[in-house]
């Protein structure tokens, strides 16, 4: 039996615009095991950095209802104080960008030793030197005696984020959040730093989510997978589910459009449209329903709810059973109607 690590239940995160509220993440619910990896997909503006942020405590201004509880404690009711002794420590974060991540004015050495001084004043200098050797050694990081003295405009982007990386680990975290790890890196990169997580994740036995728009990455990597779209999960299942039986459209929508070496580029379903803006969003019914009009109305649940269709697996709104690409041609789709 798979032991929670993170529950979020029934998350809100609103942003004020003007003079209302408008929700980015709308009463969501999640858990994450320990030692799992969950991916979370979606298009941009889906919700998936404010949802993350939320969990680390990181929104200065949002509201933020519902619960968060890590290990059992509420995150998102939490004084600060106490979040903080855990941000760094049990909870550690890979931002997209390394170079925001990082203090341009302070060598790496004394950056990741802040992190482990902050959380151990036990550690003596000498210690804490020999842990950040050890630390840029397992991230990868060639000559780590040098790279302890540089700072970070003298190392490269990949270089940085393995930084980042030994910075989010140093104090062994229970759970890592890795927001779009390699968006800012060119494309070796990018795969050398998601083979580093994935070793990472072996390693330091941490629960992970991991935000990307990567398909093949979450395929390769991810235990599960939550879609969102418009602030709210639209399918969750395991990895092997969701990619051999995506039902919800959005999800179809993003498996499909991803060409594949064996696949007639001729069949590549893609729905048009973007995810709408936070204060356009629409609050009631399908918020999927929008982006596929050819579907008749009635498909729609009045207020969607996630419904699991086999163990584990859950898809929101009754319209993924009536759903089919408006060009495809085969009858096959047309009757796509699951009982
Ligand atoms: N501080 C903020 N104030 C107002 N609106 C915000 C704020 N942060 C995010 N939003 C809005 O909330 C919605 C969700 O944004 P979010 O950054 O979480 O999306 P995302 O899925 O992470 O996108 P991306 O993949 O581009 O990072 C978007 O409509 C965004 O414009």
Redesign the pocket.
């Known amino acids: 039996m798979s032991e929670k690590l993170l529950e979020i239940k029934n998350l809100k995160t609103s942003?004020?615009?003007k003079d209302d509220y408008?929700a980015?993440?709308d009463n969501l619910t999640l858990t994450v095991n320990k030692n799992e990896l969950l991916a979370i997909v979606?298009?941009?503006?889906?919700?998936?950095?404010?949802?993350?942020?939320s969990v680390m405590g990181l929104?200065t201004?949002?509201k933020i209802e519902g619960n968060i509880l890590f290990k059992n404690q509420d995150l998102a009711n939490m004084p600060v104080s106490k979040l903080n002794k855990l941000r760094g420590k049990e909870l550690g974060m890979i931002f997209?960008d390394p170079l925001t991540a990082l203090n341009p004015l302070m060598i790496i050495g004394d950056q990741i030793r802040e992190i482990l001084y902050l959380h151990n004043k036990n550690f003596s200098k000498s210690q804490q030197k020999a842990k950040v050797i050890d630390l840029l050694t397992k991230v990868g990081i060639p000559r780590p005696e040098r790279v302890y003295q540089q700072f970070p405009h003298e190392l490269s982007g990949g270089m940085r984020q393995r930084v980042v990386i030994a910075m989010a680990i140093a104090n062994g975290p229970e759970l890592l959040i890795a927001?779009?790890p390699t968006t800012a890196l060119d494309v070796t990169i990018q795969s050398q730093i998601l083979d580093l997580i994935k070793e990472l994740k072996e390693d330091i036995e941490a629960g992970i989510i991991l935000?990307t728009?990567d398909l093949g990455v979450v395929a390769e990597m991810a235990d599960r997978v939550a879609v969102?779209y418009a602030?709210q999960i639209v399918e969750i299942a395991d990895v092997h589910t969701l990619f051999s039986n995506p039902l919800h459209p959005y999800t179809r929508s993003l498996l499909n459009s991803v060409p594949n070496a064996v696949q007639d580029k001729s069949k590549l379903h893609v729905i048009q449209g973007i995810?709408p803006?936070?204060q356009n969003?629409p609050r009631e019914g399908c918020r999927f329903s929008s982006r596929i009009p050819w579907i008749d109305q009635s498909a729609h649940e009045e207020n969607p709810e996630l419904h699991e269709v086999s163990p584990g697996h859950f898809v929101r709104c009754t319209c993924h059973q009536h759903f089919y690409f408006p060009d495809e041609d085969g009858k096959e789709e047309q009757n796509h109607v699951i009982s």
Request: glycine share 12%; aromatic share 6%.
């Open positions: 942003f004020r615009i408008h980015a993440v979606g298009e941009s503006g889906c919700g998936k950095s404010a949802l993350a942020f929104h201004r949002a997209q927001d779009e935000i728009h969102m602030g995810v803006s936070l969003l």
